[in-house]
């Protein structure tokens, strides 16, 4: 097995600079970005979102909305735990409860559902996340173990795929699959955590369609971990950071959420560029630990509560380290149209926020998608996304997505 090394973002000196407008699709906008490449050919691009005007936005109602209420037909999800849009406009919904993926036309129309509970071929154990290749392919993960199961867009099985050499934890970042069937797969590192010093390192690994390990791409830190008093489990540091992988058509990103960069690696696993981004900010203090120990009682019900626990009383505990700073993301995404889009770790009390950038690392823009929306796919101007209601009913939409530069 070979180990790839990123080379470091000092050790080459810069060859070439120049000024490019802030998209790189010809769309105008806010600052410009510094772009540099180094000797040894990787861009790295560095722009000021804080002072970019532009925003995308969604449209006021939806253009598809799948997931009702009531009934017990295909319509009805629980546990949805990822959408995928398909070439013709139809969407591919991954649903947990069932253990199935489930087809609707553009219209919100039941197509075909795929999979199902079991052990057999083509069932699964815990569908998580989607993939659609060129051709409409589906690659859906499975969870325990790990293996991917392939389907057609009319729902018929194909193959699994099972990594070789690997294994799957619970705090891993998801990865991801390349048009050409190669997956980018996280799996947790021998050592790590329990002091609260030394964090849990994740192996980023590429393996071919066949499942066969083609490379060990980076090895990027996890979380500290550590124990408190009267608490037999372990838990992290207040604000902690963790890595993030995303990997979709011809690119794989990387981010330690540490510093505000993230690396790009295109489909031959080579680093071609980094984007970087100011972050003003970041400190922690003692104002947003307290409104981060208020905000958690009220989620959930505080000591008098009948549910509160020893791990609920060590997640508000003095003891509890916190981290200096905030992290740089909370998740990361490619989109179907090549844009990364990173969500900003929020501070307390603050709206969920994203931002873009272009393929070239130019910032596009800043998204608020609101409390109940969670993103599952950007596309070039569209979001497919999870709606809860205030019942916790789910529902997948899919809005317009717009930019407007001022």
């Not at 949805?80 to 553009?106: I, K, P």
Request: hydrophobic share 40%; net charge negative.
């Amino acid at each position: 097995m070979i180990t790839r090394r990123f080379p470091t973002t000092h050790s080459a000196a810069a060859i070439a600079i120049a000024a490019v407008a802030a998209c790189g699709d010809g769309v105008s906008g806010g600052r410009s970005s510094a772009m540099v490449t180094d000797s040894a050919g990787v861009q790295i691009a560095t722009s000021d979102p804080w002072t970019a005007e532009a925003h995308c936005a969604i449209g006021e109602e939806p253009v598809l909305s799948i997931g009702t209420r009531e009934g017990d037909g295909p319509q009805i999800f629980f546990q949805v735990r990822h959408a995928a849009r398909l070439s013709d406009g139809s969407v591919a919904v991954v649903d947990g409860s069932s253990r199935e993926v489930r087809v609707f036309a553009e219209t919100g129309a039941h197509l075909v559902s795929m999979g199902g509970r079991g052990e057999g071929p083509g069932e699964f154990g815990g569908p998580w996340l989607l993939w659609v290749l060129p051709g409409d392919t589906l690659w859906v993960g499975d969870y325990l173990p790990w293996r991917f199961n392939v389907f057609s867009a009319d729902g018929v099985f194909v193959r699994s795929v099972a990594p070789e050499d690997f294994s799957l934890h619970t705090l891993v970042p998801p990865g991801g699959v390349l048009d050409g069937g190669s997956s980018v797969n996280v799996t947790q590192a021998a050592g790590g955590g329990g002091d609260f010093a030394t964090p849990v390192n994740f192996l980023v690994i590429a393996h071919g369609p066949d499942g066969a390990v083609l490379d060990t791409l980076a090895t990027l830190p996890g979380k500290r971990l550590g124990s408190l008093p009267g608490f037999a489990g372990f838990i992290e540091p207040l604000f902690e950071a963790s890595s993030f992988v995303a990997a979709r058509s011809s690119t794989v990103a990387t981010t330690t959420a540490r510093e505000p960069e993230v690396r790009i690696l295109d489909g031959a696993f080579q680093l071609r560029r980094i984007i970087r981004w100011s972050d003003p900010d970041r400190e922690v203090t003692g104002a947003h630990v307290r409104a981060a120990h208020e905000d958690y009682i009220a989620r959930h019900g505080g000591p008098e509560s009948p549910g509160w626990s020893a791990g609920h009383e060590a997640a508000i505990s003095d003891d509890r380290p916190v981290a200096e700073v905030f992290p740089t993301a909370s998740d990361l995404m490619v989109g179907s149209a090549g844009r990364l889009w990173l969500k900003r770790y929020p501070r307390p009390r603050e709206e969920p926020s994203w931002m873009a950038f272009q393929p070239g690392g130019d910032f596009y823009c800043h998204f608020r998608p609101g409390p109940q929306m969670t993103p599952l796919e950007f596309g070039a101007d569209y979001l497919l996304a999870l709606h809860r209601d205030d019942l916790g009913v789910e529902r997948v939409m899919m809005y317009d997505l717009t930019r407007n530069s001022s």
